[in-house]
Structures are given as C-alpha cells and as structure tokens.
C-alpha cells in the first residue's frame, strides 16, 4: 500500500531550538496537508500545498512556524524557535483532486519541547 | 466562520448498531468526509458525501443533507475493534479558491462485550 512517510516519528528538544519535521506524500498525490493534534484543540488544519504552491497557511503561527515543498516527494514543516505549548503531534496528509477526496495521512511526528 | 458539532462519546455493544452524528456551519460547502482514528494511530479516511443521501462501504455507511447541515455515520455490526474516534471534516473553501479540510473535536466510540 502507498503510504506518506513522516520524519522524525518522536522528537523532544529544548524550548529556543530548531525543529524540522519531513513528509514524503504519495507519489502522484498534488494536495498536501500539515495538521496539528492536540487534546485541547483536535485536529488543527496548518498549511495547505496545492502542485507545491502553498494556498492556505492561515492557521499557522508565521512568527515561528514555515511550511515549504522544495519538490513534489518533500515537504517540510519548521518551528522556530519551539515553545512548549508547540507540543504535539503534527500530521502530514496528502491526496489528489478527484471523486473521494480521501486523505492519506502519515503516522505523524509527536513533537515534545521541554 | 465554521463549526462542526458532533457528540463527544458514544458507547455501545458488540454486534449493535450505531449513528454518529455531524452538524456543521461553513461557508462554500463541498462535502463531508469521516475518519477513523485509534489511539496513538494516525487519521484513516472512511467516507466522503458530497451529494445528499447515503453511501455505503460494508458495515460503515454515510449520510448527508446539504440543506440541514447535517451528515451521520452509521456503524452496523459494531466490532471491538471499532473502538475509536471518529471524525467527521468538512471541504470547504473561505477564500474561493482553497478548499480545504476542517475537522470536528471527534467522538470516542467505545465497543463493549
């Protein structure tokens, strides 16, 4: 089964410090999605890449937070610098424009800031 | 701006039946999908109406009505392993042109023996 790949599956850093999360999405798939998880607030849409062209990043801090796709097999989401109420886990999901609109989503990176 | 209400939990037996319901507020309505998601485990896509009326995928079947703002998953024959969140999204669009997926808070679906 095609899968997306996210990297890393766990991180815990320091509170000020860089983090890079990385998404592979399925090959073929044009739409790509970050959401953060959190108990408090659910899933929270964070950008959203249409063929690499970012058309909506709105629920994303831009202070600290960017969202890029250097290519169609990469798309990277930075924090910096992380905070500890950054705590999450972030999903990458991608999909393609067409009858079911079914997003696959990775398994997600579960991000810890102490 | 949008909302989506759906119940927080929901219990039942092994071999019952149950509804989830969904209601939402949006604008530029596309349609409604349901995702199933276990503890620890990532969102798994189970459904998408984009017209009114009922879908069917085995024991899992949806429902929509664009004019309530209202859609259900109907879950037959409940298994343990049904015990999950479910999630209902909408696909809508607030600029125009991006459409993009909004998810509710989810509810706990939770199969006793």
């Known amino acids: 089964d095609a899968r997306v790949t996210q990297t890393p599956r766990h991180k815990v850093t320091e509170m000020g410090q860089e983090v890079t999360m990385r998404c592979q999405p399925i090959?073929?798939?044009?739409?790509v999605f970050w959401y953060r998880q959190t108990m408090m607030q659910g899933l929270e849409l964070l950008a959203y890449?249409?063929?690499?062209?970012?058309?909506?990043d709105s629920g994303m801090p831009k202070d600290r937070f960017s969202a890029e796709m250097p290519d169609a097999t990469l798309a990277t989401l930075k924090i910096q610098p992380s905070e500890p109420r950054d705590s999450a886990v972030y999903f990458c999901a991608s999909g393609s424009t067409g009858a079911n609109y079914g997003y696959t989503f990775g398994s997600g990176t579960r991000l810890t800031v102490v | 701006g949008q909302s989506l209400e759906q119940p927080s939990e929901v219990t039942a037996v092994e071999g019952a039946i149950v509804q989830i319901n969904c209601t939402y507020q949006t604008s530029g309505f596309y349609g409604l999908s349901w995702y199933q998601q276990h503890d620890g485990g990532a969102p798994t896509f189970l459904s998408y109406n984009a017209l009114d009326g009922l879908e069917e995928t085995g024991r899992f079947s949806s429902f929509l009505s664009r004019s309530d703002s209202y859609g259900y998953l109907l879950l037959q024959e409940l298994q343990m392993k049904d015990s999950a969140s479910y999630f209902c999204a909408v696909r809508d669009s607030l600029s125009g042109s991006a459409r993009q997926l909004t998810f509710g808070s989810g509810t706990q679906l939770t199969v006793l023996p």
């Open positions: 890449f249409r063929n690499r062209a970012p058309l909506d």
């Open positions: 090959l073929g798939h044009n739409t």
